[in-house]
């Protein structure tokens, strides 16, 4: 092979997927998402501390209003998605079995979709009255 042979197919090299086929959505994903959760970390943890020493009812009341609801909404978004997509690197990359790693990645998405959905459906509720 010569030093400027490629291994990819031509087609591979047009689309700019690497062996996985995924290319870098995975990895813009985690970075964007990391972005992300700078500011709404930030805010979720200024919102937290307001909440402090206070009553069920106005926890309940500053929960439940229409900005803090979208903040804290957009953070548990942000951060699920992010820790779904780092914890599967770190399957992907230190889970060899094929059945245990496709097990793991699958454990991965669902315990993150339950995350999400338990902490928004909290989030809702305060902010509906369901």
Known sequence: MTAHAHIRTPLARVRGRGAAKSGTGH????RVTAIANIPLT????????????????????????????????????SI????????????????????AKIAALMANTFFAIIVALAAAFGILKLSFGL
């Open 42 to 77: 930030g805010a979720a943890v200024i919102i937290l501390i307001t909440l402090l020493g206070r009553n069920q009812a106005a926890v309940a009341q500053i929960l439940g209003s229409p900005v803090i609801a979208i903040i804290m909404l957009l953070f548990i978004a």
């Open 80 to 99: 699920t998605i992010h820790m779904r997509i780092g914890m599967a690197v770190v399957i992907e990359d230190y889970v060899h079995d094929e059945t």
């Open 27 to 30: 990895f813009w994903y985690q």
